[in-house]
């Protein structure tokens, strides 16, 4: 919300010497956002008001120009003296001394008054003004725009201003008020009452300790009638609502210079004297105002709740379905309105539009704030009803709506004023005096808590409770919803004395042992990876229901059981993971869409694990500490969170340079990868064929340990990697680094001094065997002294057999207390392969 500084202030009694970065700290101080402050004195040099004499229409040009002659003030003295001569005394009485200026727009006319920036000029933005040919004519300045001035975001046309306002010649700037700033605020959502003039005013008499006079204090005649037959059908949604008519008004009396000049610095077009004064009475109150086109109006009008299948063309031109939930005004024609969001088509205040209704309500913020994100219509008045308005400003509003199209537009008030429904007044709230010391740890001056909350406006009464205890009573004003416990009222005594005047004093850091195990590892596992060449990712962390189909899952597989977001972030993304492939997978995409192929990503991080059955999480009382029970109900509603360690690779794990030719990441390397995250973890890795989605069936391996599948790696399988956008062969690993077992204490690995003795072996097995399980049976078989095997060459061809393959091991064997022999290693790899035969059917390879 943008407001100008001489507007908050002039309700104040602030006297002289304020700065506008005093007004901003005190705003800031009593909690209300200053995203910007915005000076309007960035125009330098002579800037004058002119007075168009003629104008002339120029032809021959693709676009509207016009040649037209503009008395700055200037005598002819004045400007012939910079011509190299001088003279003393005017001679053409009957004329005036005009400076020829081209212009664009089309929205002004001979005796408009207009603002000129002189040669010499600079505007906002480092424009500078100065005499040139143009179009065939000699243009000496420029008449400006709202744009060009910094004023607002208003193009269409120069800056006329209104009849009398000024003279040819005087400075334009104290006409403009260009000493003036724009203060940009964004008061917090529980304080409806700041989103005003009136309101902000009110915090800044808090903020200075100064006399402040309330613009809706105002003295209402009593209302001879009604102006217009209204029934509230729906009292929830509509507690009050009020109606006052204005007639015989000229539609094309325009909005004076000082009205449009504050909704202009408030960010507001100009539009028409009607649709103004609405908007002006909106920020100057708070309260929005609608006006109806009083002969597009058809009988009576009715509040109450949409009726299934009626629509509504609004003003933007949109024809909208409402919905039962929504509050709506209509007529004996139907929906005329959508009740505090936006008005309908139908009944808009138009070009030719004299006779209008002017209608303020209270409506129920919470229906607004609904019907608003229903139908995306953040519209101001929506803004200020969802955060809850003045019900006691209504009739103050259309009052001054009212006189204001009096006295501009020449209409007439008609007699009598519609006032229905009422709001009850806000119940008291006590609470002992010294609760905000006691709060805030701050021993306040006395009287302190009545003082500032008697300054918000509440009435306030001092009692003895039964214990003794000396008792405040508030009654809240009308204008703040928001006071319904002790605790607001000592936040309003802390914010308005200021926060930094509470003590932050922080206990002292028990003595601790560091960082847990399960820190540790955590730690230890992502500079395993970072090191090997693994960069980290922080993915979006949750997925779309359609991701389970992308990735082929079965309707019965466990990962397809998530929790659902009720107010999701996106809306098609509102489940928790219960993987983190989908997250990172979606960030490998992301950046080979931009021109990065060659990716090797992970992410650590939390997954979901709900359980079939998930009781409801119970809702505690805040005024003590929780009971155990209540704590274990608690935890027993959240569902187990295990950490997840994932990686992705894509394009080439190796580059091609100088060095050679590059090398295509492979499902080799995601096992690698786990096996770089389990030796971090301290823990042995068992490697297993596998075939789960998203894997391709062929290349999916299962990461076990001791026994317990914690994992899987591999190439993602074709069609996934179709549907997911990904480029091919992609491969992937994830680990539950929960599942793998912490050692507290880890077995020092034992070293022989001795030499090893090297042996190679190859085994013909059926090729449906493993090499894990032949390598384990050969493990078993070698004893003790069997130090080591590893995988060295694969074979399949004539010589082994149709439906065998030959596997080569290199063994190492040694002993830990001697020399080994060569008979004792090679007695060691007999046993080795007869266990292999036995347990796999092996036979040595010829």
Same mark, same amino acid.
């Given at each position: 919300?943008?407001?100008?500084?001489?507007?908050?202030?002039?309700?104040?009694?602030?006297?002289?010497?304020?700065?506008?970065?005093?007004?901003?700290?005190?705003?800031?101080?009593?909690?209300?956002? $200053? =995203? =910007?402050?915005?000076?309007?004195?960035?125009?330098?040099?002579?800037?004058?008001?002119?007075? +168009?004499?003629?104008?002339?229409?120029?032809?021959?040009?693709?676009?509207?120009?016009?040649?037209?002659? $503009?008395?700055?003030?200037?005598?002819?003295?004045?400007?012939?003296?910079?011509?190299?001569?001088?003279?003393?005394?005017?001679?053409?009485?009957?004329?005036?001394?005009?400076?020829?200026?081209?212009?664009?727009?089309?929205?002004?006319?001979?005796?408009?008054?207009?603002?000129?920036?002189?040669?010499?000029?600079?505007?906002?933005?480092?424009?500078?003004?100065? =005499?040139?040919?143009?179009?065939?004519?000699?243009?000496?300045?420029?008449?400006?725009?709202?744009?060009?001035?910094?004023?607002?975001?208003?193009?269409?046309?120069?800056?006329?201003?209104?009849?009398?306002?000024?003279?040819?010649?005087?400075?334009?700037?104290?006409?403009?008020?260009?000493?003036?700033?724009?203060?940009?605020?964004?008061?917090?959502?529980?304080?409806?009452?700041?989103?005003?003039?009136?309101?902000?005013?009110?915090?800044?008499?808090?903020?200075?300790?100064?006399?402040?006079?309330?613009?809706?204090?105002?003295?209402?005649?009593?209302?001879?009638?009604?102006?217009?037959?209204?029934?509230? =059908?729906?009292?929830?949604?509509?507690?009050?609502?009020?109606?006052?008519?204005?007639?015989?008004?000229?539609?094309?009396?325009?909005?004076?210079?000082?009205?449009?000049?504050?909704?202009?610095?408030?960010?507001?077009?100009?539009?028409?004297?009607?649709?103004?004064?609405?908007?002006?009475?909106?920020?100057?109150?708070?309260?929005?105002?609608?006006?109806?086109?009083?002969?597009? +109006?058809?009988?009576?009008?009715?509040?109450?709740?949409?009726?299934?299948?009626?629509?509504?063309?609004?003003?933007?031109?949109?024809?909208?379905?409402?919905?039962?939930?929504?509050?709506?005004?209509?007529?004996?024609?139907?929906?005329?309105?959508?009740?505090?969001?936006?008005?309908?088509?139908?009944?808009?205040?138009?070009?030719?539009?004299?006779?209008?209704?002017?209608?303020?309500?209270?409506?129920?913020?919470?229906?607004?704030?609904?019907?608003?994100?229903?139908?995306?219509?953040?519209?101001?008045?929506?803004? *200020?009803?969802?955060?809850?308005?003045?019900?006691?400003?209504?009739?103050?509003? +259309?009052?001054?709506?009212?006189?204001?199209?009096?006295?501009?537009?020449?209409?007439?008030?008609?007699?009598?004023?519609?006032?229905?429904?009422?709001?009850?007044?806000?119940?008291?709230?006590?609470?002992?005096?010294?609760?905000?010391?006691?709060?805030?740890? $701050?021993?306040?001056? *006395?009287?302190?808590?009545?003082?500032?909350?008697?300054?918000?406006?509440?009435?306030?009464?001092?009692?003895?409770?039964?214990?003794?205890?000396?008792?405040?009573?508030?009654?809240? @004003?009308?204008?703040?919803?928001?006071?319904?416990?002790?605790?607001?009222?000592?936040?309003?005594?802390?914010?308005?004395?200021?926060?930094?005047?509470?003590?932050?004093?922080?206990?002292?850091? @028990?003595?601790?042992?560091?960082?847990?195990?399960?820190?540790?590892?955590?730690?230890?596992?992502?500079?395993?990876?970072?090191?090997?060449?693994?960069?980290?990712?922080?993915?979006?962390?949750?997925?779309? *229901?359609?991701?389970?189909?992308?990735?082929?899952?079965?309707?019965?597989?466990?990962?397809?059981?998530?929790?659902?977001?009720?107010?999701?972030?996106?809306?098609?993304?509102?489940?928790?993971?219960?993987?983190?492939? @989908?997250?990172?997978?979606?960030?490998?995409?992301?950046?080979?869409?931009?021109?990065?192929?060659?990716?090797?990503?992970?992410?650590?991080?939390?997954?979901?694990?709900?359980?079939?059955?998930?009781?409801?999480?119970?809702?505690?009382?805040?005024?003590?500490?929780?009971?155990?029970?209540?704590?274990?109900?608690?935890?027993?509603?959240?569902?187990?969170?295990?950490?997840?360690?994932?990686?992705?690779?894509?394009?080439?794990?190796?580059?091609?340079?100088?060095?050679?030719?590059?090398?295509?990441?492979?499902?080799?390397?995601? +096992?690698?990868?786990?096996?770089?995250?389990?030796?971090?973890?301290?823990?042995?890795?068992?490697?297993?064929?596998?075939?789960?989605?998203?894997?391709?069936?062929?290349?999916?391996?299962?990461?076990?340990?001791?026994?317990?599948?914690?994992?899987?790696?591999?190439?993602?399988?074709?069609?996934?990697?179709?549907?997911?956008?990904?480029?091919?062969?992609?491969?992937?690993?994830?680990?539950?680094?929960?599942?793998?077992?912490?050692?507290?204490?880890?077995?020092?690995?034992?070293?022989?001094?001795?030499?090893?003795?090297?042996?190679?072996?190859?085994?013909?097995?059926?090729?449906?065997? @493993?090499?894990?399980?032949?390598?384990?049976?050969?493990?078993?078989?070698?004893?003790?002294?069997?130090?080591?095997?590893?995988?060295?060459?694969?074979?399949?061809?004539?010589?082994?057999?149709?439906?065998?393959?030959?596997?080569?091991?290199?063994?190492?064997?040694?002993?830990?207390?001697?020399?080994?022999?060569?008979?004792?290693?090679?007695?060691?790899?007999?046993?080795?392969?007869?266990?292999?035969?036995?347990?796999?059917?092996?036979?040595?390879?010829?």
């Amino acid at each position: 919300m943008r407001l100008p500084a001489s507007w908050l202030t002039e309700h104040l009694a602030l006297g002289e010497g304020v700065t506008q970065q005093q007004l901003a700290d005190a705003l800031i101080g009593v909690g209300i956002e $200053v =995203e =910007e402050v915005h000076s309007l004195d960035a125009v330098t040099g002579p800037l004058v008001v002119g007075m +168009v004499i003629e104008v002339t229409e120029l032809t021959g040009f693709n676009k509207p120009i016009r040649y037209c002659r $503009v008395d700055v003030g200037e005598t002819a003295a004045e400007t012939t003296t910079g011509l190299g001569f001088e003279v003393t005394e005017r001679n053409f009485a009957d004329q005036q001394y005009t400076r020829g200026i081209v212009a664009g727009a089309t929205n002004f006319a001979e005796g408009d008054l207009v603002v000129v920036a002189l040669p010499g000029a600079v505007l906002p933005g480092g424009f500078a003004i100065s =005499e040139r040919e143009t179009y065939g004519h000699r243009s000496e300045g420029m008449m400006c725009s709202v744009r060009e001035l910094g004023l607002g975001e208003d193009h269409s046309g120069i800056l006329v201003l209104d009849p009398g306002s000024a003279l040819p010649g005087d400075d334009a700037r104290s006409v403009l008020g260009l000493e003036d700033a724009v203060f940009e605020v964004e008061p917090t959502p529980d304080k409806g009452h700041a989103m005003s003039v009136r309101g902000l005013a009110r915090e800044l008499s808090c903020a200075f300790d100064a006399p402040f006079g309330d613009p809706a204090q105002r003295e209402l005649e009593p209302a001879d009638g009604h102006a217009w037959p209204v029934r509230i =059908e729906d009292p929830n949604g509509c507690s009050r609502f009020t109606i006052r008519r204005v007639s015989g008004l000229d539609p094309n009396a325009p909005s004076p210079w000082w009205l449009r000049r504050r909704l202009l610095l408030a960010g507001i077009r100009s539009i028409s004297l009607a649709v103004d004064v609405t908007n002006y009475v909106m920020l100057e109150l708070g309260q929005p105002l609608h006006a109806f086109d009083t002969e597009q +109006v058809s009988g009576g009008l009715v509040v109450r709740r949409a009726k299934d299948g009626e629509s509504l063309v609004t003003l933007d031109g949109e024809n909208r379905e409402l919905d039962p939930d929504d509050v709506v005004i209509a007529d004996d024609s139907g929906v005329i309105s959508l009740a505090g969001t936006m008005g309908g088509a139908s009944t808009e205040i138009g070009a030719g539009s004299t006779d209008v209704l002017l209608e303020a309500a209270h409506w129920d913020p919470a229906s607004i704030s609904r019907t608003a994100r229903r139908h995306k219509l953040y519209s101001e008045a929506a803004k *200020r009803f969802e955060r809850f308005t003045d019900p006691a400003v209504p009739p103050v509003a +259309v009052e001054l709506a009212a006189e204001l199209l009096r006295r501009y537009g020449g209409g007439t008030v008609e007699a009598g004023r519609t006032d229905e429904g009422d709001v009850p007044a806000m119940p008291p709230v006590s609470m002992p005096i010294d609760l905000p010391d006691r709060t805030a740890g $701050v021993r306040y001056a *006395r009287g302190v808590t009545a003082r500032r909350l008697t300054q918000i406006g509440c009435k306030v009464s001092i009692s003895t409770g039964d214990d003794g205890t000396a008792m405040v009573t508030a009654e809240p @004003p009308s204008w703040r919803g928001d006071l319904t416990r002790p605790a607001d009222l000592v936040e309003e005594v802390l914010r308005l004395e200021g926060y930094d005047s509470i003590p932050s004093t922080l206990p002292p850091a @028990p003595a601790g042992s560091g960082l847990s195990e399960a820190q540790r590892r955590r730690r230890s596992v992502a500079r395993a990876l970072a090191e090997a060449g693994y960069v980290e990712v922080v993915p979006f962390p949750f997925v779309a *229901r359609t991701v389970w189909d992308d990735f082929g899952l079965a309707e019965d597989d466990p990962r397809r059981n998530t929790v659902s977001v009720l107010n999701p972030l996106e809306s098609d993304k509102d489940q928790l993971a219960t993987t983190l492939l @989908p997250g990172l997978l979606d960030a490998a995409k992301r950046n080979v869409s931009r021109g990065f192929r060659d990716l090797s990503l992970f992410h650590l991080g939390r997954v979901v694990a709900p359980t079939k059955r998930v009781d409801a999480a119970p809702d505690p009382a805040v005024d003590r500490r929780p009971s155990d029970e209540e704590v274990a109900e608690l935890e027993a509603a959240v569902p187990d969170q295990p950490v997840h360690i994932a990686a992705v690779l894509t394009g080439q794990r190796r580059r091609a340079g100088w060095w050679g030719a590059g090398e295509a990441a492979g499902w080799s390397d995601a +096992v690698e990868a786990a096996r770089t995250v389990a030796a971090a973890a301290g823990a042995e890795l068992d490697v297993r064929a596998a075939a789960t989605m998203p894997w391709h069936p062929g290349r999916c391996a299962a990461l076990l340990v001791e026994g317990i599948t914690v994992g899987h790696a591999g190439e993602l399988h074709p069609t996934v990697v179709e549907r997911l956008g990904l480029p091919k062969r992609a491969v992937a690993m994830e680990l539950d680094l929960d599942a793998i077992p912490i050692r507290h204490r880890r077995p020092a690995p034992v070293i022989s001094p001795y030499p090893p003795v090297l042996l190679d072996v190859a085994l013909v097995v059926d090729a449906a065997v @493993p090499a894990a399980d032949l390598a384990e049976s050969l493990r078993a078989g070698g004893g003790e002294l069997l130090e080591d095997i590893r995988l060295f060459d694969v074979y399949t061809g004539q010589q082994v057999g149709e439906g065998n393959r030959s596997l080569a091991y290199k063994l190492r064997f040694r002993a830990p207390d001697r020399t080994l022999t060569v008979e004792e290693a090679t007695s060691a790899r007999d046993a080795a392969v007869a266990e292999a035969a036995t347990r796999l059917g092996a036979t040595l390879r010829g």
